[in-house]
């Protein structure tokens, strides 16, 4: 267990001389131990968030606890018998699915569905990373648009220099983003937009928050711009999940943040292609288990 948690399951194996079956079966032993004494029923607000384990269309759901900034839940699939496996894990480990007052989550329809099913006291947070990608997408397809397909893959087009936000930008960045909009004007409309959903974001109370995405909305209505236009259309809809989220300001912040050692989860887990493999390496890496193993170096 010393070596898992330092080094590859592969790694581990060679050096111990094992088959791969005998290694996951002690680790899978510990881990699942850890996890079933791991106490929950202090749990009040989680995280939904998802990520492949390997190629193709294999996923696992991530389940996060905010408060600790840490995972206690990893299941098979992004669906909602994935969120409900969970919330039934969830209750044997001493929690209460009822009594869970808030989720933040991506803007996922089958994730909506699997909350009010098996959290139906919590409130939905759409996490604000998730908000972003959706009107820096519409942006981008107005770069597209207006630059056409075969510039718009280029190196000059700028795209990654319209995903920097105007205060962090560099003054040659400036420079170069100032002629980039006065080529394209409709990208930098589009662009200003963004700038004005970052503003959003820095209220202070929910109230203003409010005024400030009415004014976003209505902008980007009346843009004649139809990506940004269909955002703001997903951004009404949703109105009430995005502005939860200046009631506690809970997100996927932590997760977003951990996605380097769910990479290197991933890279451990290597030569254990299996969705059980990885769950074992994410909880070795952010579960922030007590593991329970005899020490083999008492004091």
Same mark, same amino acid.
């Given at each position: 267990?010393?070596?898992?948690?330092?080094?590859?399951?592969? $790694? %581990?194996?060679? @050096?111990?001389?094992?088959?791969?079956?005998?290694?996951?079966?002690?680790?899978? +032993?510990?881990?699942?131990? @850890?996890?079933?004494?791991?106490?929950?029923?202090?749990?009040?607000?989680?995280?939904?968030?998802?990520?492949?384990?390997? !190629?193709?269309?294999?996923?696992?759901?991530?389940? =996060?606890?905010?408060?600790? !900034?840490?995972?206690?839940?990893?299941?098979?699939?992004?669906?909602?018998?994935?969120?409900?496996?969970?919330?039934?894990?969830?209750?044997?480990?001493?929690?209460?699915?009822?009594?869970?007052?808030?989720?933040? /989550?991506?803007?996922?329809?089958?994730?909506?569905?699997?909350?009010?099913?098996?959290?139906?006291? %919590?409130?939905?947070?759409?996490?604000?990373?998730?908000?972003?990608?959706? *009107?820096?997408?519409?942006?981008? !397809? *107005?770069?597209?648009?207006?630059? =056409?397909?075969? +510039?718009?893959?280029? !190196?000059?087009?700028?795209?990654?220099?319209?995903?920097?936000?105007?205060?962090?930008?560099?003054?040659?960045?400036?420079?170069?983003?100032?002629?980039?909009?006065?080529?394209?004007?409709?990208?930098?409309?589009?662009?200003? /937009?963004?700038?004005?959903?970052?503003?959003?974001?820095?209220?202070?109370?929910?109230? $203003?928050?409010?005024?400030?995405?009415?004014?976003?909305?209505?902008?980007? /209505?009346?843009?004649?711009?139809?990506?940004?236009?269909?955002?703001?259309?997903?951004?009404?809809?949703?109105?009430?999940?995005?502005?939860? +989220?200046?009631?506690?300001?809970?997100?996927?912040?932590?997760?977003?943040? /951990?996605?380097?050692?769910?990479?290197?989860?991933?890279?451990?887990?290597?030569?254990?292609?299996?969705?059980?493999?990885?769950?074992?390496?994410? +909880?070795?890496?952010?579960?922030?288990?007590?593991?329970?193993?005899?020490?083999?170096?008492?004091?």
């Amino acid at each position: 267990m010393l070596l898992c948690e330092h080094m590859s399951l592969n $790694e %581990a194996r060679q @050096a111990l001389r094992v088959s791969r079956n005998a290694l996951l079966h002690i680790v899978e +032993y510990w881990v699942n131990r @850890a996890v079933n004494e791991d106490d929950l029923s202090e749990t009040r607000q989680l995280s939904l968030d998802e990520t492949s384990f390997k !190629r193709g269309q294999s996923y696992v759901t991530i389940v =996060g606890e905010p408060a600790r !900034r840490r995972v206690i839940g990893v299941e098979e699939g992004r669906g909602i018998d994935a969120v409900e496996r969970f919330s039934m894990d969830f209750e044997a480990r001493g929690g209460n699915c009822e009594s869970v007052s808030e989720i933040s /989550m991506d803007m996922s329809k089958v994730y909506r569905a699997a909350v009010d099913l098996c959290f139906p006291r %919590a409130r939905v947070v759409f996490d604000h990373f998730h908000v972003k990608k959706m *009107v820096l997408d519409a942006m981008d !397809r *107005v770069r597209q648009e207006e630059q =056409g397909k075969t +510039y718009a893959r280029s !190196r000059q087009a700028g795209k990654k220099l319209l995903m920097i936000p105007g205060i962090r930008m560099t003054e040659q960045q400036k420079e170069r983003h100032a002629a980039i909009c006065k080529v394209y004007p409709k990208t930098g409309r589009a662009y200003r /937009m963004v700038q004005l959903l970052d503003d959003f974001y820095r209220c202070y109370t929910r109230q $203003e928050a409010r005024q400030v995405l009415k004014k976003l909305t209505g902008w980007m /209505m009346h843009s004649r711009l139809e990506p940004m236009k269909s955002a703001a259309r997903s951004l009404r809809r949703n109105e009430e999940e995005i502005l939860a +989220y200046f009631t506690n300001r809970i997100s996927n912040a932590f997760a977003e943040g /951990m996605n380097s050692l769910f990479q290197a989860a991933k890279r451990k887990a290597r030569g254990f292609r299996t969705y059980e493999g990885f769950r074992i390496m994410i +909880y070795l890496a952010v579960g922030k288990l007590q593991l329970s193993y005899p020490n083999p170096f008492p004091c």
